[in-house]
């Protein structure tokens, strides 16, 4: 019922229009107060604002121990809780924590093309905040792989990006 909407809100809020974004999940959640991943897209919006995410992320996770919401869907809502729940202390093991919650969600759902992309995008972010990338061409391996399926995809602009600091061959 409520993934086409929350499908909807995913592909804008990868276009960097957080404000659109926004204004989705608050419309999903207008209809269902206890949609998850509608919080989990709040959080999404507000990723460069640690302050204003955390509270929607924790509220998607207390909705996962009084809800039925799926395995997939857990997934998502755990690596982000986890990413802002203060553990590890040092702020650097917990961006490592996160790739490899994100890792871990592509390696549980190979034909999620968003996971994929959320996992190159936050790579590009996390170099530019002292996590090297260590495989360049194993995240444009997993670009051609989105645009495989999606051609016009919004990560072109994490591909651009991606090479922002190593020269591309």
């Not at 209809?31 to 955390?54: F, H, I, T, V």
């Not at 998502?76 to 924590?97: F, L, S, T, W």
């Not at 999620?112 to 972010?125: G, M, N, S, T, Y």
Request: charged share 30%; glycine share 2%.
């Amino acid at each position: 019922d409520k993934l086409p909407d929350f499908n909807v809100a995913d592909p804008v809020r990868e276009r960097d229009l957080f404000m659109r974004a926004r204004r989705a999940a608050l419309n999903i959640l207008a209809q269902d107060p206890k949609c998850a991943m509608a919080y989990w897209g709040l959080a999404m919006s507000n990723w460069e604002n640690e302050k204003r995410a955390k509270p929607f992320i924790e509220k998607a996770a207390k909705l996962l121990e009084t809800e039925k919401i799926a395995a997939h869907e857990t997934a998502y809502i755990k690596a982000q809780a986890n990413y802002y729940d203060g553990e590890p202390k040092k702020v650097e093991d917990r961006r490592k924590e996160l790739m490899r919650d994100l890792e871990n969600l592509v390696l549980n759902y190979p034909d999620d093309i968003e996971a994929k992309a959320f996992l190159v995008c936050r790579h590009w972010q996390m170099n530019r905040k002292g996590i090297s990338i260590a495989s360049y061409a194993g995240l444009d391996a997993i670009l051609k792989q989105i645009f495989a399926k999606s051609p016009n995809h919004p990560a072109h602009h994490f591909c651009i990006h991606l090479w922002d600091n190593r020269d591309a061959k």
